[in-house]
């Protein structure tokens, strides 16, 4: 096995939302740690584990990113952090994810190529206890990891 630790500037974790069921709202976590790991024994075979840190979340607008770390959204003060643990599969990445203090299964449809693994999934709010904004944000969150993998 190789693994190594995960590089900020080579990885990148992101989610769209919309409000209004039109305006796609995008933001990016600037903070996290993880390991990537190439399983050297079973070609394809990789796992991502990333902790991140929430209140690193960076929103163009200073007034929607404290409405996102809010109690009753995100709620940074008491989840100060989210965990992702998830072995690559031949389209997916499926895991564990740790959020608002709830650990569900998550499945990540993957794109990879020799270096680089992409992967996008969706999320439902309330399956985290994510509550808050209702009548503005939509229940669905589509979430998104680049991750580079050791050689």
């Known amino acids: 096995m190789r693994e ?5 500037t080579n990885t990148r974790i992101s989610y769209t939302v919309f409000a209004l069921g039109i305006l796609p709202i995008t933001a990016t976590f600037q903070r ?10 079973r070609p394809g075979a990789c796992y991502i584990q ?4 929430v ?21 940074a003060a008491h989840f100060p952090t989210m965990r992702f643990t998830g072995a690559c ?11 608002h203090g709830i650990t569900r299964k998550f499945v990540l449809a993957m794109q990879r190529d020799a270096t680089q693994v992409s992967c996008v999934g ?3 709010r309330r399956d985290f206890g ?3 904004m209702r009548d503005l944000v939509a229940p669905d969150v589509r979430i998104r990891l680049s991750v580079r993998l050791p050689p």
């Open 32 to 41: 996290f740690h993880g390991l990537a790991v190439r399983d050297t024994a």
């Open 122 to 124: 969706t999320l439902a």
């Open 89 to 99: 599969t031949d389209q997916a990445v499926v895991g564990n994810l740790v959020l």
């Open 50 to 53: 990333v902790v991140i840190d």
């Open 4 to 8: 190594v630790p995960i590089d900020p």
């Open 55 to 75: 209140d690193s979340l960076h929103m163009d607008d200073p007034d929607r990113r404290r409405q996102a770390l809010a109690a009753d959204m995100l709620d």
């Open 130 to 132: 994510i509550l808050g």
